[in-house]
């Protein structure tokens, strides 16, 4: 475990195989928030965080439960399993403890269930940092930190997104692609200039 | 509504990647050769078959309020069999397509078609809706791979077709894939409004 | 542009200012770079200017007859995206690849968005982006100065790969006499023709100056021997960094709207074309770093946006 293989995961993560425009996962969510800035940045925060905690919950499940009893093909389903009960737990204790949060992005919640990158990091995870039923060394703090990562990428897709889609709302646009057509052209632009970061290295 | 109907509907009318736009997440990327795709549509229509069967057979007893982890069980249960299915006898499919096969799990057209369809709807149409979606789904698939492996790598199914054509790499890139589903989009919209 | 906004009451006097005006100034201003690229690639060079004009303004005219808008060659914005496109090409391409990029360019990259003045990202670099993700042979084999076509590495890509052979000076680098992209080559016109716009207000010094000195400075702090050595004038004048930050970055449409704004725009390109040429794998990154900036512009404009008076806090 190094420094080198943070950078690497971050930059990985963020630029060059972004959740979004690169793994296409959250897709759904990704065109059907990004209208406006705001949301946008509450659905984003609200990923970052479920996404970390599932990546630990996740690797636990899968380190101390599933591979001592020879359980990993039950993976998929104890994953979104877990995911789903936490976020249900989170909205609970939100809504109960903290309203004012909750009426930003509680309504994004059960959406985060069914996000598809939140259970793709964490089965992205087991892929990645378990090598023959084994854990590599360090795979926890790697996966949460590809967790976080993973979030900041999606954040930031969503972010320059939602701005984007914004100012196009006054263009005078052709009738066909207005809304979702143009929103897959500009992520495809989108995603050609993140391919800038292609080979990185330190 | 009579069974061919509901069969139907799934590939035209109400395809589920160009009218619903719904579980573009695959769609997009295993669409870089028609092989994969054909692959992935085959192992999302069985898993789309067989969790509207249960679904519809379970809906009387299953408690409203739980019902969508319920569901999420029903459809994991079958994505899991697809993919020890596809493990053991097409373990370079099983490569090719990577984690996008447990994350039929989350595809936004399963668990919709179970929550809009078969949750309420007897058997036998929610059967005949559960293979025309994935019918539509597996088609829409393979065009949009046919387009984007014939501009990508010139070939079709593996074959070359033009031999001095030079492919656009780029369409076998994520670019690429955004690209063509977004002009396909506005294709269909430019259809859609022809018509009204 | 900034202090030229005015705001007064009637009456007005007319000015004889007009997007076609501007874009056919920026044309001219590009003259001299252009020629010299020509000068020393042959006519090769001049052939793919050529190509690419005419698919840029080919194909304007066709999709704004197919969605029945009024044809606009004359605002010279098809023309530009045409030329600038092709200063982004190394010269001994073959002609197709001009001919689809400009088609990219006009079609993906702004007739989509619904036109000039509401595309995104600047056309020119995204259809450079697509042939560059596309055709990744062509894109990078250039050739150096001269008649014979003979193949050379830019000293950029040179650098990258380890192997500077041939020493250059920097009154080489400075007049164009190296291997590069048809119009990035000449650094010397590139200035004249923008020291042309700066004097004539069609681009302010925010974006170039913010652009470049960030450039300069991370190239001399991440210098290969250690920091603060590196050779700044040599990075600033290598690959299309002028070229990119005079009339590339400050395309009116792809950037930010306040100073503020520009500033921080400006100081990001610079950024991320260094850690792209720097650690990347692309020997050039201006083009990239450009895009990008051109997503996050929208961004930025929200965020740097002039609160109106009295209304308190900006929201």
Same mark, same amino acid.
């Given at each position: 475990?190094?420094?080198?293989?943070?950078?690497?995961?971050?930059?990985?993560?963020?630029?060059?195989?972004?959740?979004?425009?690169?793994?296409?996962?959250?897709?759904?969510?990704?065109?059907?928030?990004?209208?406006?800035?705001?949301?946008?940045?509450?659905?984003?925060?609200?990923?970052?965080?479920?996404?970390?905690?599932?990546?630990?919950?996740?690797?636990?499940?899968?380190?101390?439960?599933?591979?001592?009893?020879?359980?990993?093909?039950?993976?998929?389903?104890?994953?979104?399993?877990?995911?789903?009960?936490?976020?249900?737990?989170?909205?609970?204790?939100?809504?109960?403890?903290?309203?004012?949060?909750?009426?930003?992005?509680?309504?994004?919640?059960?959406?985060?269930?069914?996000?598809?990158?939140?259970?793709?990091?964490?089965?992205?995870?087991?892929?990645?940092?378990?090598?023959?039923?084994?854990?590599?060394?360090?795979?926890?703090?790697?996966?949460?930190?590809?967790?976080?990562?993973?979030?900041?990428?999606?954040?930031?897709?969503?972010?320059?997104?939602?701005?984007? #889609?914004? #100012?196009?709302?006054?263009? #005078?646009?052709?009738?066909?692609?207005?809304?979702?057509?143009?929103?897959?052209?500009?992520?495809?632009?989108?995603?050609?200039?993140?391919?800038?970061?292609?080979?990185?290295?330190? | 509504?009579?069974?061919?109907?509901?069969?139907?509907?799934?590939?035209?009318?109400?395809?589920?990647?160009?009218?619903?736009?719904?579980?573009?997440?695959?769609?997009?990327?295993?669409?870089?050769?028609?092989?994969?795709?054909?692959? !992935?549509?085959?192992?999302?229509?069985?898993?789309?078959?067989?969790?509207?069967?249960?679904?519809?057979?379970?809906?009387?007893?299953?408690?409203?309020?739980?019902?969508?982890?319920?569901?999420?069980?029903?459809?994991?249960?079958?994505?899991?069999?697809?993919?020890?299915?596809?493990?053991?006898?097409?373990?370079?499919?099983?490569?090719?397509?990577?984690?996008?096969?447990?994350?039929?799990?989350?595809?936004?057209?399963?668990?919709?078609?179970?929550?809009?369809?078969?949750?309420? #709807?007897?058997?036998?149409?929610?059967?005949?809706?559960?293979?025309?979606?994935?019918?539509?789904?597996?088609?829409?698939?393979?065009?949009?791979?046919?387009?984007?492996?014939?501009?990508?790598?010139?070939?079709?199914?593996?074959?070359?077709?033009?031999?001095?054509?030079?492919?656009?790499?780029?369409?076998?890139?994520?670019?690429?894939?955004?690209?063509?589903?977004?002009?396909?989009?506005?294709?269909?919209?430019?259809?859609?409004?022809?018509?009204? | 542009?900034?202090?030229?906004?005015?705001?007064?009451?009637?009456?007005?006097?007319?000015?004889?200012?007009?997007?076609?005006?501007?874009?056919?100034?920026?044309?001219?201003?590009?003259?001299?770079?252009?020629?010299?690229?020509?000068?020393?690639?042959?006519?090769?060079?001049?052939?793919?200017?050529?190509?690419?004009?005419?698919?840029?303004?080919?194909?304007?005219?066709?999709?704004?007859?197919?969605?029945?808008?009024?044809?606009?060659?004359?605002?010279?914005?098809?023309?530009?995206?045409?030329?600038?496109?092709?200063?982004?090409?190394?010269?001994?391409?073959?002609?197709?690849?001009?001919?689809?990029?400009?088609?990219?360019?006009?079609?993906?990259?702004?007739?989509?968005?619904?036109?000039?003045?509401?595309?995104?990202?600047?056309?020119?670099?995204?259809?450079?982006?697509?042939? !560059?993700?596309?055709?990744?042979?062509?894109?990078?084999?250039?050739?150096?100065?001269?008649?014979?076509?003979?193949?050379?590495?830019?000293?950029?890509?040179?650098?990258?790969?380890?192997?500077?052979?041939?020493?250059?000076?920097?009154?080489?680098?400075? !007049?164009?006499?190296?291997?590069?992209?048809?119009?990035?080559?000449?650094?010397?016109?590139?200035?004249?023709?923008?020291?042309?716009?700066?004097?004539?207000?069609?681009?302010?010094?925010?974006?170039?100056?913010?652009?470049?000195?960030?450039?300069?400075?991370?190239?001399?702090?991440?210098?290969?021997?250690?920091?603060?050595?590196?050779?700044?004038?040599?990075?600033?004048?290598?690959?299309?960094?002028?070229?990119?930050?005079?009339?590339?970055?400050?395309?009116?449409?792809?950037?930010?709207?306040?100073?503020?704004?520009?500033?921080?725009?400006?100081?990001?390109?610079?950024?991320?074309?260094?850690?792209?040429?720097?650690?990347?794998?692309?020997?050039?990154?201006?083009?990239?770093?450009?895009?990008?900036?051109?997503?996050?512009?929208?961004?930025?404009?929200?965020?740097?946006?002039?609160?109106?008076?009295?209304?308190?806090?900006?929201?």
């Amino acid at each position: 475990m190094n420094v080198g293989q943070f950078l690497a995961i971050f930059i990985s993560s963020v630029f060059v195989s972004n959740v979004i425009l690169s793994r296409f996962l959250g897709l759904c969510s990704f065109i059907a928030i990004s209208k406006e800035t705001r949301p946008a940045l509450a659905m984003s925060s609200a990923v970052l965080f479920v996404i970390t905690m599932s990546s630990a919950i996740t690797w636990v499940i899968y380190r101390y439960l599933l591979i001592p009893f020879d359980l990993a093909y039950l993976r998929t389903i104890s994953f979104i399993l877990v995911i789903a009960a936490f976020v249900q737990l989170v909205e609970m204790v939100i809504r109960k403890f903290m309203p004012a949060l909750y009426r930003v992005f509680g309504i994004y919640l059960p959406l985060i269930t069914v996000n598809c990158a939140v259970l793709g990091v964490a089965v992205l995870n087991s892929d990645m940092f378990f090598s023959k039923g084994r854990p590599l060394p360090g795979s926890f703090q790697l996966s949460i930190f590809q967790g976080i990562c993973v979030g900041i990428g999606y954040a930031l897709a969503m972010l320059l997104m939602s701005a984007i #889609r914004e #100012r196009l709302e006054y263009s #005078r646009v052709p009738e066909s692609v207005r809304e979702f057509p143009l929103a897959f052209v500009t992520a495809s632009l989108m995603s050609l200039s993140f391919m800038g970061f292609n080979g990185f290295k330190f | 509504m009579k069974l061919p109907a509901e069969f139907l509907k799934g590939i035209i009318r109400q395809n589920p990647i160009f009218v619903l736009a719904l579980g573009l997440c695959p769609v997009l990327a295993v669409s870089t050769s028609v092989s994969n795709a054909l692959g !992935m549509g085959a192992a999302a229509t069985f898993v789309l078959v067989g969790s509207n069967c249960i679904i519809s057979l379970i809906k009387n007893v299953v408690p409203d309020k739980i019902r969508i982890p319920c569901f999420i069980v029903v459809i994991a249960t079958f994505v899991t069999i697809a993919e020890l299915v596809m493990r053991a006898y097409s373990p370079a499919l099983n490569r090719a397509l990577g984690i996008y096969v447990p994350l039929i799990v989350v595809n936004c057209m399963v668990l919709g078609r179970a929550e809009a369809f078969a949750s309420r #709807r007897p058997f036998l149409g929610s059967l005949a809706d559960g293979l025309g979606m994935g019918a539509g789904f597996t088609l829409g698939l393979a065009l949009i791979s046919s387009i984007r492996e014939l501009l990508g790598a010139g070939k079709l199914l593996g074959y070359t077709l033009f031999p001095g054509f030079k492919p656009a790499l780029m369409m076998a890139l994520p670019p690429g894939a955004l690209l063509v589903i977004g002009m396909m989009l506005g294709f269909f919209n430019l259809l859609k409004g022809r018509k009204e | 542009m900034e202090n030229k906004l005015i705001v007064a009451a009637a009456p007005h006097l007319h000015a004889r200012e007009s997007t076609a005006r501007i874009m056919w100034s920026v044309s001219l201003s590009l003259l001299p770079a252009g020629a010299a690229g020509v000068y020393f690639f042959g006519y090769a060079a001049l052939a793919v200017i050529i190509v690419s004009i005419a698919a840029a303004l080919a194909s304007e005219w066709v999709l704004q007859k197919l969605t029945r808008r009024q044809t606009t060659l004359s605002d010279g914005s098809a023309f530009l995206t045409g030329l600038l496109l092709a200063y982004n090409l190394p010269p001994g391409v073959p002609l197709w690849i001009p001919a689809i990029g400009a088609v990219f360019a006009i079609a993906v990259g702004k007739q989509v968005f619904g036109g000039l003045g509401q595309n995104i990202f600047n056309p020119a670099l995204a259809a450079r982006a697509f042939l !560059m993700a596309s055709w990744p042979a062509y894109m990078t084999s250039f050739r150096a100065p001269g008649f014979d076509a003979v193949t050379s590495a830019t000293p950029l890509s040179a650098l990258k790969e380890g192997h500077l052979q041939q020493v250059y000076s920097y009154l080489d680098l400075f !007049m164009g006499n190296k291997a590069g992209c048809i119009g990035e080559v000449c650094v010397a016109g590139l200035l004249a023709g923008a020291v042309f716009l700066l004097l004539r207000g069609y681009i302010t010094w925010h974006i170039p100056a913010a652009y470049l000195f960030t450039a300069g400075i991370m190239h001399y702090m991440f210098g290969h021997h250690g920091m603060f050595s590196g050779d700044w004038l040599f990075y600033l004048l290598s690959g299309g960094l002028v070229l990119g930050a005079f009339y590339m970055a400050t395309d009116y449409v792809t950037s930010p709207l306040t100073a503020k704004g520009q500033l921080i725009y400006g100081a990001g390109c610079g950024l991320l074309t260094v850690v792209i040429r720097l650690w990347g794998g692309y020997p050039e990154g201006t083009c990239y770093a450009i895009l990008m900036m051109n997503a996050a512009a929208p961004l930025i404009d929200r965020y740097s946006r002039r609160r109106i008076y009295g209304t308190g806090k900006a929201r």
